[in-house]
Structure formats: C-alpha cells, structure tokens
C-alpha cells in the first residue's frame, strides 16, 4: 500500500506563490508518474501537471508558464511552485502516484490540500 501526504496548501493574494509538496511513502519497487489535480466546487477534478520518472512533464495550458513541477526521485516526493496564482486557481490540490509496488501496479491518491487565492 503506498501512502501519499501533501503540504503546502493555504490562503494567498492574487499574484502571490505557493509551494505544495507530496511525498510517497510504503512498500515502492517503483514509481512511473508523478502528479497533481485540482477541483474546484462544482467542477470535475483536473490535471494540473504531471511528470514522469524521466522527467517528461504536461501541463494543463491554464497554468502553463506560471506553475512548475519537480520531483525528487530518491525522496519519492514531488513538488508544484505556483507563481502568479489568480482566484480561478482556488480548489482543492490532489496529489497522485503510479507506479509498482509489491509486484503490484499502484496508483494512489492524497488526500488534497485546499489553496484558496483571494483577489
């Protein structure tokens, strides 16, 4: 079973920076992706950006030029500095993992962490 547990989430100005953090933890033989979604009140979740163990990345175009993803690959852990946030940014941020672990393919969510950005 793999765990993830995300950080970083609050409360911010328009135009303000946040960092969020996850990191996975449990039995992990590997992990192929690394990502983050968003949802908002009564919208569907969606993805914020993704990025693979070989550092391949994909970014929704919402965000593009104003969010960055990272991962430390030795630390299982992965990152989104978000610069220039605006209040359409404000959702809940889930962290999500896939990869393998005992033998077994894996794809695992956190429990979210709440940005809200006031104008």
């Known amino acids: 079973q793999v765990q993830l547990v995300e950080s970083g989430g609050g409360l911010v100005q328009a135009g303000g920076s946040l960092r969020l953090s996850c990191a996975a933890s449990g039995s992990i033989f590997s992990i192929n992706a690394m990502g983050w979604y968003r949802q908002a009140p009564g919208k569907q979740r969606e993805l914020v950006a993704a990025?693979?163990?070989?550092?391949?990345?994909n970014y929704a175009d919402s965000v593009k030029g104003r969010f960055t993803i990272s991962r430390d690959n030795a630390k299982n852990t992965v990152y989104l500095q978000m610069n220039s946030l605006k209040p359409e940014d404000t959702a809940v941020y889930y962290c999500?993992?896939?990869?393998?672990?005992?033998?077994?393919?894996?794809?695992?969510w956190g429990q979210g962490t709440q940005v809200t950005v006031s104008s």
């Open positions: 990025m693979t163990s070989r550092g391949s990345t």
């Open positions: 999500n993992a896939q990869g393998y672990s005992d033998y077994r393919v894996f794809d695992s």
